[in-house]
């Protein structure tokens, strides 16, 4: 079931370290995840190809809006959880309370550590715990011209009948 996907700190430990003992390449990939779009498909079943097991850190409710800032986020924490857990590509969800994964990243202690296009490998949170062990830590290529901010500017144009600027 799609629930089942969703970790504590505690069990996806567990499960990391199961299938570290397994022999099986742990990918480790974070972010809010939002309002879902092509864009974030693309880039988790290329992160899923990097290896055999994803585990996707999600920002929880109060960390995205810390980010973010409101109204931030549209979509609860337990929905967008359950959203991305939903996801064939995604094994595991686990939700984190701090404005990085850092700590879930020492915790986990994934094989392969992802991000998009957008972040140089070298300023990815954690790349420095990944690598100290021999992790390999990637930057994986950005689908232009789709993000989350031009879908939300899209949706804002067609309720206040003003002219489409998402695109």
């Given amino acids: 079931m799609i629930k089942d996907k969703i970790k504590s700190w505690e069990e996806s430990s567990y499960w990391c370290e199961k299938f570290h003992s397994q022999g099986k390449k742990v990918v480790f990939t974070n ?23 994803l585990v996707l850190g999600l920002n929880s409710d109060d960390s995205v809006r810390r980010i973010k800032g409101a109204p931030h986020p549209i979509v609860s924490e337990k929905d967008r959880a ?10 595991i969800v686990v939700i984190f309370e701090q404005d990085t994964p850092y700590e879930l990243i020492r915790l ?44 939300f500017l899209k949706i804002a144009a067609a309720f206040s009948g003003t002219k489409d600027k998402g695109n």
Wanted: some cysteine; glycine content about 12%; overall charge negative.
């Fill in 31 to 53: 972010g809010c995840f939002d309002i879902l779009h092509s864009g974030h498909i693309q880039y988790l079943e290329q992160a899923k190809a990097l290896g055999d097991i």
């Fill in 82 to 91: 359950f959203v991305v857990a939903g996801l064939q590509s995604v094994d």
């Fill in 108 to 151: 986990l202690k994934p094989d392969i550590l992802v991000k998009g296009g957008d972040w140089k490998p070298e300023d990815i949170v954690g790349a420095d715990i990944v690598q100290a062990y021999g992790g390999k830590v990637l930057s994986l290529p950005y689908l232009k011209g789709v993000s989350t901010t031009k879908l």
